[in-house]
Each structure stands twice: as C-alpha cells, then as structure tokens.
C-alpha cells in the first residue's frame, strides 16, 4: 500500500438539494453509449429499466467513433492473432483469459448489431468490408460509412433499445451511489442520487432511484485535459462517483493520446477533430516540419505501430522543433488523393472548414487525449468490488486494453461486455436492501477548472517528468481543500468536482509508476521495467486517496 500524496480529504458526496422524489426499478443504467445501450437492451426483455444520461441519448462518445469495431471476420485472419496484437499492444498488463473472452465474442458481437439494422460498409463479396489499423497484423476493422461507425453503432442501438422499452431519462445528472448493508452485513450499492437539470444546467429537484442493480456505462474522463478528441460531456462522473463510492479502481495512469488529431493552432481547446488511424491503414505517413519520416525506424510496423508508440514519437520529434514547428506534424495523405472524400467524408469536411484539402495538402496533427485504459476494476460480465454495482465500456478497467488500448477494441469490448452484464442481470438481480446515507457533500467551485484542465495538459501529458506531476498534484490538492458545500450546485459544479476527483488517481499513479509502459511514459525513466509488471490501484476511504498495488491477470 502506498501512503496518499495528497494531504487533502475529497468530498464523499456531491452537495445537492435533499431528494424530492423516489423511484425504484429493477436496473438503472448510467450512460448511453454502446456499452450502457448494449446493457439496457441486453436486460429489457426480463426487467424494468431505467436509462440516465445527463445529455441527450445520443450525446456521448460512441457516435464520435471513426475507425470501426475489431473483429476476426477475415478467414485469412485467427483469434489467436487477434489476441496477441491486443496483448502486445497492452504491453503486459492485460488479463490474458479476458481478451481471449473478447476476441471469441467479437464477431458475434458484430453480426448481433447487422441483425438489430447496422449498416457496415459492405466489401466486393458483400460481407462486411474490412481495413487495418495500428498494431493489427490483418484487415479486421469493420466501419460504416467510412469514417461514421461509432454513428451507425449508435443509431442502431438507440432505435432498438427505445423499441425494446427502455426508458429514458435525459437532462438528468447521476451524482453517487446509494449505498446499503445488505443481510451478510456487507457495504452494497442500492441505487443512484439523480439531479434533474434545465436547459441551463441548474438543479430542478433531486430524487432516489432505487434499483437492485447499478450499470455504470458513462465513459472515459477526456476532458480533464484542455486538449481532447472526447465530446464535453466526458468529465469522468462514473468514475468519481465510484471512487467516492469507495470502489476499487485500477491503471488510471494510462490515458491514451490518439497520435492524429487535427491541430486548430496553439489557443484550441476542448473536443477537436480525430483524424482516424485508418488514414494511415490507407497509405498516409507522417512527417515533421522539415518533411521528414516521423516513424521510420522508431517501430517495425512504422506509421501502423500501436498508438502509444505513435504518439510519444510525435511529441519527442515536436521537441526538437524541426523546420521550426514545435507544436505539430503533418499527416501526408496525398497518395491516397480523391479517394480520400469518399473514404474519410467526416475527416474530409473537418479538414476542409480549416481550409486544407487532403487530397493535395498536408494535414497538420498532434496528440490529443483520447481513451482512458484505466478505470473501474471489473470483469467482461461488468461485477465490481462492490456488490450491486457494475461497470461496462471505457469506464471498466477488465484487464482487456492493459496499458495501451488496441485500435477499435473499445466499440467492440462495450458491445460485448455491455451484452454480458445485461444479460446476467436477466437471469439473476442482486438482493434488494434499504439506504443508508452517511457521506460528507461538498463541491468544487467552477473556476476552478480551466486551471485543473491546462496543468493536466501541461504536466500529465503524452510526456511525464517528476517535476510536472509534483506541480500537479500541489494543485490539485489545493483545489481539494478549497471545495465546500456553498457552490450553487449545478451541471458545471458537478462536474467540476469530478473531473477533480479524476484527475487526483491519475496523478498519484502517474507519480507512483517509475517507468514507462503503453501509453504511461516517464522522461526519467524511459523504459519498461520488471517490477512494475503490476497493477497501480486507488480506493477512497472517508475521502482519503490510497493507492495500492496487485497482480497482473
């Protein structure tokens, strides 16, 4: 066990109005990506569920999604490939048994989607057409539409989820777990505290809903970062509410930074353009400020090199500002000329409203944050450390993405896992027990957080130094103490004092892992090394931060 390097406390609850209301169903899902829709519609036909999403059904990440869904389709292809392009893009953390259980399931996965209306790109046999990303050693990637797959997941899983009889509950923030004793005297989840919201973001009432089950299926925490591929509404409340919950949480250190996403100048911030990696699957190379081959001989796969690698490579040739562009390369996808509009119509339009023409320029590029390989302890059937509680999709940590993610494996593992966790829940709900509320409210101000947002750019970015993280965590832990229960609570607040929350483990792992690993990467410690073949974990007792460390697998 590691000592807390914070010496602040972290609020245990989220202040709020006291509840005005009460419902009580048989699941609740959070979320309404592909894994909290996959969940939800996966349960519907045996039980009453309630979905709770804080936008709107289709707000989230998934619909954002450019490459596609991973899957061995190809009979030149094998799951045993599959499985050691995942391994080897994790890097030694992944849970061998919970990627082979992913890969099996993909291509199920897939056809269950063609089945519910899913329309994926077809090839010339009519089969589902396939191309290759990073650290693929086949073509396995299905997409839709070319660049829109997380679009038409989406689509799909909204219409049948809605036609199965899921109900909906938009505007309305998740802000903690219920919590009970169940009859074994042991600590469980019961159920959530809901905030419903205006169109401003203010609280209209607070209310309980009680379930049997809690799915938490709310995603990665990518905009703790001023620069991110992640849509505003991904702050990393699953997470927060889970390790005020007291949940076990693991890897939080291992952020991925997508290599590729379209540089808007040095003022961008918030959700900027992706520029997929199956631009690269298609023939285009990166290149710095002076033309140059930015991966040539820094992997064997070169520009199809896993995204860790791709990314780190990109930030060390930035520091040496050749040609004297120190904030960006480029992408050249010249050679895939016109074709590349019918290919990539999304990447296309984003390129062109910033005046640049794929077919004939340079497309200038930088890592931005943009997959959390960390999170939620769980298993592929979503059970967590704390009964009646489960987690599905980006927010779990399952042991499948280890320390850095293999392209198009998360569409892919939310499907899957979100499918198993519902339908486990079909088959048996958890026991059903009474709210015991003993928690400590306080929020974190909002301005606050353009602060907490530039010195997690600035000091826990693709490049780590012990000094940045210090810097980091001092701010941070000052932020802490100053949270209260005098801020007006509304969505910003809420908010706020999650991505806090967030931000807090991926600083304390970040310190406590002395090496480079995936996409965790220490400039005082470049390398892997033996020892750290483990995992960083982070609890949260009565608000206190304590990190720990267990096995692989």
Not at 116 to 123: I, R
Not at 228 to 254: H, I, K, Q, W
Request: with cysteine; charged share 20%; hydrophobic share 45%.
């Amino acid at each position: 066990m590691q000592a807390s390097p914070f010496a602040a406390l972290f609020p245990t609850q989220l202040a709020a109005p006291a509840p005005a209301w009460e419902r009580d169903v048989d699941v609740v899902v959070l979320g309404s990506g592909a894994a909290g829709l996959a969940a939800a519609l996966a349960v519907r036909p045996v039980r009453d569920v309630l979905l709770v999403t804080k936008g709107t059904l289709d707000a989230g990440s998934t619909q954002w999604a450019q490459g596609g869904l991973a899957a061995v389709l190809d009979p030149t292809d094998s799951l045993e490939a599959h499985v050691e392009d995942t391994l080897a893009a994790g890097a030694g953390l992944c849970d061998e048994q919970a990627v082979r259980t992913l890969v099996e399931e993909a291509p199920t996965a897939i056809r269950y989607l063609m089945h519910l209306g899913a329309a994926f790109d077809p090839g010339a046999d009519g089969a589902p057409d396939l191309t290759r990303e990073g650290g693929h050693s086949h073509r396995r990637i299905v997409h839709a539409g070319g660049d829109q797959s997380g679009a038409e997941v989406q689509r799909t899983l909204d219409q049948s989820a809605l036609l199965a009889g899921v109900e909906v509950m938009e505007h309305a923030f998740a802000m903690d777990v219920l919590l009970g004793v169940g009859r074994n005297g042991e600590k469980r989840a019961v159920g959530i505290r809901v905030a419903r919201l205006d169109a401003a973001g203010f609280v209209i009432d607070v209310g309980h809903v009680t379930a049997r089950a809690v799915v938490v299926a709310t995603g990665g925490l990518g905009q703790v970062f001023a620069s991110t591929s992640n849509p505003p509404v991904v702050t990393g409340d699953g997470l927060a509410l889970a390790l005020r919950a007291g949940v076990a949480m693991a890897d939080m250190e291992f952020i991925q930074f997508h290599p590729t996403v379209l540089w808007q100048g040095a003022e961008a911030k918030g959700q900027l353009a992706l520029i997929s990696e199956a631009v690269r699957g298609e023939g285009a190379v990166l290149v710095d400020g002076a033309g140059k081959s930015v991966m040539e001989g820094m992997h064997p796969l070169a520009d199809l090199a896993p995204r860790d690698v791709v990314a780190a490579a990109i930030s060390r040739r930035m520091s040496e500002a050749p040609g004297g562009v120190d904030d960006h390369v480029f992408l050249d996808a010249t050679s895939i000329g016109e074709e590349f509009a019918t290919r990539f119509p999304s990447i296309t339009a984003s390129c062109k409203s910033f005046g640049i023409n794929p077919a004939t320029d340079l497309i200038p590029v930088a890592p931005a944050a943009h997959y959390f390989c960390g999170g939620i302890v769980a298993d592929l059937n979503g059970t967590t450390s704390l009964p009646g509680l489960y987690a599905v999709g980006e927010v779990a940590c399952t042991g499948v993405h280890g320390a850095n993610r293999l392209a198009s494996n998360s569409l892919t593992e939310g499907v899957v896992a979100g499918t198993r966790v519902g339908r486990e829940l079909s088959w048996k709900l958890p026991e059903k027990c009474a709210v015991v509320d003993e928690a400590v409210p306080a929020l974190l101000d909002v301005s606050s957080r353009t602060l907490l947002r530039a010195t997690m750019s600035r000091h826990v970015g693709v490049l780590r130094q012990p000094g940045g993280l210090g810097i980091a965590r001092e701010v941070l832990n000052d932020m802490a103490q100053s949270a209260h229960v005098d801020v007006v609570p509304s969505l910003a607040s809420f908010e706020t004092t999650n991505l806090l929350m967030v931000a807090a483990a991926v600083v304390g792992a970040a310190e406590i892992r002395t090496e480079s690993r995936g996409c965790h990467r220490r400039v005082d410690f470049d390398t892997e090394r033996n020892e750290w073949q483990q995992h960083v974990g982070v609890q949260c007792d009565n608000g206190e931060m304590i990190f720990r460390y267990s096995e692989v697998g």
